[in-house]
Structure formats: C-alpha cells, structure tokens
C-alpha cells in the first residue's frame, strides 16, 4: 500500500526537517526517515552532535544529511528553519519534535525557564508549522508531524507549564486538520507518554527510575508505533494508548463541550437575571 511517507513509487521522498535531531525521539526520527530514502536537515543547538549523527546517517543510508544549527527557544533560531522552509521547495515532511519539560512548581521555575519553554514548546512550534502548511498547501503535498504528549491531556503534578505547552501543541494540531481538509496535505499528531530521552535529564526533579519500569516506553518503539500510526492514516497516534476508545470519547466529549458552552443565557445554577 503506497503512504505519502514510504512514497514507494518514487525514488526520492524528498527531504525532511527534524528538530531535536540531536537526540531521542528526533534522533530516532532522523535515523528512521534516513532508511526511508529522505534527504534530511538536521535541527538543534549541538553542532558537534548533529554533525556526528548525519556523517553517520549519510554513511548508512546514502542520503544527504544536512546540519542546521539553531536554538528555536530564540526568535532568531526559529527564523532559520522558517527562512529554510519558505525557500526549499524539496522539503516534503517537517518533524516538530523539539521542546522540553521542567518538573517544578510554577512558583519553583525561573523566569527564564518559563520564556524558553514557551518560546520552544509553542511558539517555534506554531511558526514553523505556519511555515510548512503555507508551502505544502502551495504545492498541495507535504507532511506535517507535530509532537505533544499525553501529559496534555489533563493537569500532572510537578509540570505546570510544559504539560500546559503539550495542550496548546493538542488543541492546535487538531486545528490544523482542519485548514488542510480538502487537500493532500497531512498532518499528524503524536502523543508519547513516558519515553526514555535526554528530556528527563533536562528537566530535573525527578527520573526515570523513579516510574515503574512498565509504562516507560524506549524511544526506537515510540517512534517507530508513531510512524505506523502515519501510514495507517491516523491523524492522532498515541504509541502507548492500546485501547483508543478514550479517545474517541475524548474528542467527542471536547466537542459537545465546545458546542454547549457558547448559549447566550446563563446556566440556571447561577441565578442570573432573575
């Protein structure tokens, strides 16, 4: 069956951008895209570290593998990628991965933690998703994946404002299926839960160790499950969720939600006008 990732019927997918190449999920991504046949452009702030795994991708798979260094918490980082995306007409999948988590009160977190967070886990997320769709609706073909996490779901302790970044990264990925009905463009989004990555390290306050190990997913599973998720034509994968029927009631009950609170008159608890 030929998907708009294995794209069996060409030779050359064309190139796609990870960000957070440098290391888990984005890494593997990176690996996983390479064995695919994409031409890749490598995003994160680690020069060093891109510039070892795309010799090493290039050598393995005999694809290019392009190194774009860029700290996307900073305006100045995310206008690279958006530049890049404007202007190369072979990037065909754009993998937003980048983000990062601080396990503290909000109380707890420094001011400049919030800024980065916000400004990696949001804002070059939206951006750059700008970017591509308006240049995949041009040529009506492209891949969106944008990655959040099942911590969006509902509030957790001890990640205030990245589990409120992973919603926004939900509620705004879901809008985007809806700007590309109609068209050949995709768009996906992954809900990992807990997966071994550098990201527990970078956040602090607490470690893998500390979850049982039967909920912590490798990250070669996770996005390999997130891949299989894409060619099966999913819009939302969720690699650990084995029954996804809530889900569906999920979205469904978001919905009706949506819907029930625009009413001009207010509920009768509260007694208003009379």
Known sequence: METALTNRN?????????????SGIGKVYADRLAARGYDL????????????????????HGVSAEVLVAD???????????DRLASDASISLLVNNAGFSAMK?????????????????????TLLSKAALVAFK??????????GSGAGFAPYPGIPVYGSTKAYVHLFTEALQGEVEGTAVRVQLVLPGAVISEGWEVA????????????????????????????LGERVTAPSLHDDAPLREYEGLSGKLLQSVFDGKPAARYKVGG
């Open 10 to 22: 060409s030779s050359n997918p064309g190139t796609a951008i990870v960000t957070g190449a440098s």
């Open 41 to 60: 452009i490598l995003v994160a702030r680690r020069q060093e570290r891109l510039s070892t795994i795309a010799a090493d991708l290039q050598q393995r």
């Open 72 to 82: 996307l918490s900073q305006p100045a980082g995310a206008a690279a990628v958006v």
């Open 105 to 125: 009160p909000l109380t707890d977190t420094p001011d400049a933690t919030i800024r980065e967070m916000i400004g990696l886990n949001v804002t070059a997320l």
């Open 138 to 147: 041009a040529r009506n073909a492209g891949t969106l994946v944008n990655v």
């Open 204 to 231: 602090g306050g607490s470690s893998l160790e500390s979850l049982p190990e039967g909920i912590v997913m490798t990250t070669e599973d996770c996005v390999d499950a997130a891949l299989s998720g894409l060619d």
